[in-house]
């Protein structure tokens, strides 16, 4: 069974003040992992696609990275408006569902 | 591009009654949807998978007969929520895929209050 796990659950940080959100995977076979980004009382939008160990994409401050066991979401030099909770899921080569981790929150403190 | 709208943003009903909510592809053709269910402070729960055309798959513990799905064009499902109760409320998020795509992308999602 697939299992993903993100960590932290929260984390607040100031504004300026760069970090990294993990999202840990165990899956037979690995098609792709995404993230997402949700505001509340809205749906998940599409950051990235990562396929395989060593890729890396970038989008603005958004910088996410892939291991065999674990992906990154790197953030640098946060703004406020990057305050969201960011999903982590999986999709095994066998199918097209997604396992979602249970997010992490983060806040940006002006 | 790929854009998913759903309708209502939110809808509040009486015990018993049945709710529909749509969910569309507006710039692209959805050979695949899926319902998720989103609890406060939880991540998404897979509901069901549904191929245009075809029934729909229901996720383990999710009652079919609960929870009509319907995928009868390439743009369009719906998910009727039959009987309504008050342990139905909760947040409903559909998400479209086309074998072009591969991303599910998802709609803003529906707010379901059962009073």
């Known amino acids: 069974e697939d299992q993903v796990t993100q960590s932290p659950e929260a984390l607040r940080l100031q504004e300026g003040e760069s970090s990294s959100l993990n999202c840990s995977y165990t899956v037979s076979g690995l098609r792709g992992l995404f993230w997402y980004r949700q505001d509340p009382g809205k749906g998940p939008e599409f950051l990235f696609t990562l396929y395989s160990a060593g890729e890396e994409k970038e989008k603005e401050r958004l910088k996410a990275t892939l291991t065999k066991k674990e992906s990154f979401l790197h953030i640098t030099a946060p703004k406020p408006e990057d305050s969201a909770t960011y999903l982590c899921?999986?999709?095994?080569?066998?199918?097209?569902?997604?396992?979602f981790g249970e997010g992490t929150q983060l806040t940006v403190n002006p | 591009g790929a854009v998913v709208s759903q309708h209502p943003s939110r809808v509040i009903c009486k015990s018993g009654t049945s709710v529909k909510i749509e969910c569309r592809s507006l710039?692209?053709?959805?050979?695949?949807m899926f319902w998720y269910r989103q609890f406060p402070k939880q991540s998404l729960m897979l509901m069901a998978t549904s191929n245009e055309g075809s029934k729909a798959t229901y996720e383990q513990g999710v009652e079919k007969d609960k929870f009509l799905i319907n995928h009868a064009s390439l743009t369009l499902s719906t998910l009727t929520v039959t009987s309504a109760h008050p342990e139905d409320s909760s947040f409903y998020i559909c998400?479209?895929?086309?074998?072009?795509?591969?991303?599910?992308?998802f709609g803003p999602g529906t707010r379901l209050t059962v009073l």
């Open positions: 998400s479209a895929r086309d074998l072009g795509l591969d991303t599910q992308y």
């Open positions: 710039d692209f053709q959805a050979t695949t």
């Open positions: 899921a999986v999709e095994e080569t066998s199918g097209s569902r997604l396992t």
